[in-house]
């Protein structure tokens, strides 16, 4: 007899798993369906034995210092600051837009001054704002938001920026200065040997017992268990009762080229061409030395694995009442980007799995023995 089943071996559910069974002293099934733990943080080596992000290029940063230690545990970390270009009217110019990004495109000589007044007078009135089309005009204007924000969104999610919701572009900011970091949180680190050798030494623990190419449905009626942390989609746990959640997906194109670098920096991205948002050179972000270089190329689709919830207000609506029906079922924690529909970072799922770690002492007496 199990004390948790727990659904997912990515952030929420591995740091739970470590904390129930290090904590409580409890027994913990942590399942997943791919081959592999550590969620959509995933990375391993490529044929050629480069450190590569299976699904997409995942950068550590986070203001938590709670967080930041807690994962300290399981890594040591390698310091890194995050630089993207965009690759906008035929230059690679810094985003989020910044002093340089201005000077450049447009051959000026600005002061951070000077940008701030360029930029009122280009910004337009909104009232309320309400959507990612909004926070962008209001900001900058309506140029810069088409040269990189409307394609690139369009691109990403299917949809036009009025049609998300603010919070979406208000994840990349503005500056009138020249940093050209893409975060501007206080630690910034990659796990130096990896995320899965990271998830590797969080779940290593006599009370925890792993199955990989394991589905909720091939176990849930057949391992005894008293509970169950769930953290895949919200909408497949009810059989899509109320309708299906819509996320976006995407395809990953890796590739390996003979050569040592590709581009200056980890990210480019492709706000007015191509197919793909963005192009990553994992060298970069992990600092392996190597005569070949590895890259992911993005491919945005509605069909796929679900990656991203889309943050729009009738999205919200749907959640609410696959929400309000997980409140109500007993023995079942809902934790994590998919089963919570949140656009979260990877810290704030670690915050949101601590968070629930602690709810779960506050209800629940520790059975370990019983
Ligand atoms: P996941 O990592 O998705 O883990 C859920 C797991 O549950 C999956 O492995 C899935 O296979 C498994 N599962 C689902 N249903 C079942 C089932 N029925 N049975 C068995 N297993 C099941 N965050 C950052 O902080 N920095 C970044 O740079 C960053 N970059 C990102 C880039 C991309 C392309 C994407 C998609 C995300 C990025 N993120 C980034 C976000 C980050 O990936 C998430 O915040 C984090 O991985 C969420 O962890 P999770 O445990 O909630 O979900
Ligand atoms: N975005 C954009 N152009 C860019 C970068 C970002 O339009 O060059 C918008 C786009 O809608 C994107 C969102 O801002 O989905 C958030 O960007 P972020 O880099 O945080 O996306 P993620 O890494 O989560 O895919």
């Given at each position: 007899m199990?004390?948790?089943?727990?659904?997912g071996?990515?952030?929420?559910?591995s740091v739970?798993?470590?904390?129930?069974?290090n904590?409580?002293?409890?027994?913990?099934?942590?399942?997943?369906?791919r081959?592999?733990?550590a969620?959509?943080?995933?990375?391993?080596?490529d044929?050629?034995g480069?450190?590569?992000?299976?699904?997409g290029?995942?950068?550590?940063?986070?203001?938590s210092?709670?967080?930041?230690?807690?994962?300290?545990?399981?890594?040591?970390?390698?310091?890194?600051?995050?630089?993207?270009?965009a690759?906008?009217d035929?230059?690679?110019?810094?985003?989020p837009?910044?002093?340089?990004?201005?000077?450049?495109?447009?051959?000026?000589?600005?002061?951070?001054?000077?940008?701030?007044?360029?930029?009122?007078e280009?910004a337009?009135?909104?009232?309320?704002?309400?959507?990612?089309?909004?926070?962008v005009?209001?900001?900058?204007?309506?140029?810069?938001?088409?040269?990189?924000?409307?394609?690139?969104?369009?691109?990403q999610?299917?949809?036009?920026?009025?049609e998300?919701?603010?919070?979406?572009?208000?994840?990349?900011?503005?500056?009138t200065?020249?940093d050209d970091?893409?975060?501007?949180?206080?630690?910034?680190?990659?796990?130096?040997?990896?995320?899965?050798?990271?998830?590797?030494?969080?779940?290593?623990h006599?009370?925890?017992?792993?199955?990989?190419?394991?589905d909720?449905?091939?176990?849930?009626?057949?391992v005894?268990?008293?509970?169950?942390?769930?953290?895949?989609?919200?909408?497949?746990?009810?059989?899509f009762?109320?309708?299906?959640?819509?996320?976006?997906?995407?395809?990953?194109?890796h590739?390996?080229?003979?050569?040592?670098?590709h581009?200056?920096?980890?990210?480019?991205?492709?706000?007015?061409?191509?197919?793909?948002?963005?192009?990553?050179?994992?060298?970069?972000?992990t600092?392996?030395?190597?005569?070949?270089?590895?890259?992911?190329?993005e491919?945005?689709?509605?069909?796929?694995?679900p990656?991203?919830?889309?943050?729009?207000?009738?999205?919200?609506?749907?959640?609410?009442?696959?929400?309000?029906?997980?409140?109500?079922?007993?023995?079942?924690?809902?934790v994590?980007?998919?089963?919570?529909?949140?656009?979260?970072?990877?810290?704030?799922?670690?915050?949101?799995?601590?968070?629930t770690?602690?709810?779960?002492?506050?209800?629940?007496?520790?059975?370990?023995?019983?």
């Amino acid at each position: 007899m199990y004390d948790w089943l727990i659904v997912g071996a990515g952030f929420a559910g591995s740091v739970l798993a470590e904390r129930l069974a290090n904590e409580r002293n409890e027994r913990v099934l942590l399942i997943d369906r791919r081959p592999h733990i550590a969620g959509n943080a995933y990375d391993c080596y490529d044929d050629e034995g480069l450190l590569i992000h299976q699904y997409g290029p995942h950068i550590f940063h986070t203001n938590s210092k709670q967080i930041f230690d807690h994962l300290s545990r399981f890594t040591e970390w390698r310091f890194y600051e995050h630089r993207v270009l965009a690759e906008v009217d035929g230059m690679q110019v810094p985003i989020p837009i910044n002093l340089d990004t201005v000077n450049k495109l447009y051959g000026l000589n600005l002061t951070s001054e000077q940008l701030q007044d360029w930029f009122a007078e280009r910004a337009e009135k909104v009232s309320e704002i309400k959507t990612s089309e909004d926070v962008v005009i209001s900001t900058v204007g309506r140029e810069l938001y088409e040269k990189f924000f409307r394609g690139y969104t369009r691109k990403q999610w299917g949809l036009d920026p009025s049609e998300l919701d603010k919070s979406v572009t208000s994840r990349v900011p503005t500056r009138t200065n020249r940093d050209d970091r893409y975060f501007g949180d206080e630690f910034q680190f990659m796990p130096k040997h990896g995320y899965t050798r990271m998830f590797e030494k969080m779940v290593r623990h006599p009370n925890i017992h792993v199955m990989t190419q394991t589905d909720y449905e091939d176990v849930r009626h057949v391992v005894p268990h008293r509970r169950v942390i769930y953290t895949g989609p919200i909408d497949e746990y009810f059989d899509f009762r109320f309708g299906k959640l819509p996320y976006r997906s995407l395809r990953f194109e890796h590739v390996t080229l003979d050569k040592t670098w590709h581009q200056s920096v980890a990210v480019v991205n492709y706000p007015q061409t191509n197919d793909y948002t963005r192009v990553t050179e994992y060298k970069h972000l992990t600092g392996q030395e190597h005569q070949k270089t590895a890259l992911t190329y993005e491919y945005p689709s509605a069909e796929g694995d679900p990656y991203y919830p889309i943050p729009k207000p009738e999205n919200q609506e749907l959640f609410k009442k696959y929400e309000r029906l997980a409140l109500t079922t007993p023995d079942v924690w809902f934790v994590g980007r998919l089963a919570t529909y949140r656009y979260y970072n990877m810290d704030q799922i670690v915050g949101q799995a601590l968070a629930t770690f602690r709810r779960i002492n506050e209800s629940l007496p520790a059975q370990a023995d019983t």
